[in-house]
């Protein structure tokens, strides 16, 4: 069922109401075309998820796409989800994380020129090169390796997401999630000590 997405000009006095309720309970409100729901349901979540979106792509804009994209499927969809199955917050990861695998397979590297620098406007730049240089390599590296190490480094070091939940997100067993990460942190450090 195809739904008008709900717009910031309209307003509802739910609010207070809707604060209190959990996310699994707003999802099913958006299921029922609730546009209040879906408001608090954004507002609560946009934010962590632009902010994971964007470690995944390396870039706010693409992050920001996503996202919005990913709210628009959640209030064309919202029917699909299953709270017996899964919490919101893992489902809707899930659905993020996925958006930016595609979107990275579909993406092809642009090469920067070898002397290419970012300015820096902050008051010391001396103090703050080296952490804004090695900032930038942690992200470059991250964007080098396999799409769902990424996404377990990400979420587990990152995003402060539980081993226990990011394994739920990634569809794995604990096992599989540790060995994930072992293998992305043992790439990353390859991939870090190249670029020494």
Request: aromatic share 6%; glycine share 6%; hydrophobic share 40%.
């Amino acid at each position: 069922m195809r739904r008008v997405a709900p717009t910031s000009a309209q307003s509802g006095c739910d609010g207070p109401r809707l604060e209190q309720e959990s996310d699994e309970n707003l999802a099913l409100l958006i299921g029922k075309g609730d546009q209040a729901a879906f408001r608090t349901l954004m507002e609560r979540h946009i934010n962590m998820h632009i902010s994971f979106a964007e470690r995944m792509m390396g870039s706010r804009e693409e992050a920001e796409d996503i996202v919005q994209d990913a709210f628009t499927k959640l209030w064309i969809h919202a029917e699909k989800f299953d709270p017996g199955r899964a919490k919101f917050s893992t489902w809707f990861y899930r659905i993020v994380m996925n958006r930016c695998l595609d979107k990275k397979r579909k993406k092809t590297p642009v090469s920067l020129p070898e002397n290419f620098e970012i300015p820096d406007d902050r008051e010391n730049p001396l103090e703050s090169l080296a952490t804004a240089q090695r900032q930038r390599q942690v992200l470059k590296a991250l964007g080098e390796i396999p799409g769902r190490q990424r996404a377990a480094i990400t979420m587990c070091y990152f995003e402060g997401i539980t081993n226990r939940e990011a394994a739920k997100i990634l569809n794995l067993n604990i096992k599989a999630l540790e060995s994930l990460l072992c293998r992305g942190r043992k790439n990353l450090k390859s991939l870090l000590e190249g670029m020494l």
